[in-house]
């Protein structure tokens, strides 16, 4: 079946970078996202990368992924009190449903 | 890039009565719609698939009757929570394929439901 894993909770200092990491079991999956939600809102495309990439950088961004073992992880270079949220991978999978993983919230510690 | 409107942002409702929220996409055409609902501090849950012109498809364990989906337009999309319980207050997104795969998939902004 499809499951994606993430950690719960993430803390970090401002300027720090935080990782962000996720798992997830459809290895037939051609596009794996990162979403942003902040309180009470919908949910914001941060980026994504395609199966076939290992790597993809977007200014503070950097997406890795290691499809033989099916991890994916968000680097957010300097981050800042706004980036405080709760972020969500999702995988595209072979039934062209988006499955959301648990979600990991980041609190950035001035 | 594709935006999808939704409304309303947030509702209260007294038990028994029925709530419709709906999804518009603005600036594209969506044969297809996403219903979500997320518990506090919880992921998404698929609920429902809606195709326009036809019949959506639900997940399993996921009442028809009780919310009943509508995708009469390649622009608009609902769903009607019927008889509404306090069990059934949670937050509903919806949720639309962009036309190129790349730009993922966009979000209404979402519903906060609450029955009292």
């Known amino acids: 079946g499809e499951d994606v894993e993430q950690s719960l909770f993430l803390s970090v200092r401002e300027g720090d970078s935080s990782v962000i990491n996720c798992t997830y079991t459809?290895?037939?999956?051609?596009?794996l996202y990162w979403y942003k939600q902040e309180p009470g809102a919908g949910l914001q495309l941060l980026t994504y990368?395609?199966?076939?990439?290992d790597m993809k950088q977007d200014q503070r961004l950097t997406v890795l992924l290691n499809k033989k073992d099916k991890h994916l992880s968000l680097r957010i270079a300097d981050t800042q009190t706004g980036d405080s949220a709760i972020y969500f991978c999702?995988?595209?999978?072979?039934?062209?449903?988006?499955?959301f993983g648990s979600g990991t919230r980041l609190l950035v510690r001035p | 890039g594709a935006v999808v409107s939704q409304h309303p942002s947030w509702v209260i409702c007294k038990s028994g009565t029925s709530v419709k929220i709906e999804c518009r996409s603005l600036?594209?055409?969506?044969?297809?719609m996403f219903w979500y609902r997320q518990f506090p501090k919880k992921s998404l849950m698929l609920m429902a698939t809606?195709?326009?012109?036809?019949?959506?498809?639900?997940e399993q364990g996921v009442e028809k009757d009780k919310f009943l989906i509508n995708h009469a337009s390649l622009t608009l999309s609902t769903l009607t929570v019927t008889s509404a319980h306090p069990e059934d207050s949670s937050f509903y997104i919806c949720?639309?394929?962009?036309?190129?795969?790349?730009?993922?998939?966009?979000f209404g902004s979402g519903t906060r439901l609450t029955v009292v």
């Open positions: 990368i395609f199966s076939n990439m």
């Open positions: 459809d290895s037939s999956s051609t596009y």
């Open positions: 600036d594209f055409q969506a044969t297809t």
């Open positions: 809606s195709n326009e012109g036809s019949k959506a498809t639900y």
């Open positions: 949720s639309a394929p962009a036309t190129v795969s790349t730009d993922g998939y966009t």
């Open positions: 999702a995988e595209l999978g072979s039934s062209y449903k988006l499955i």
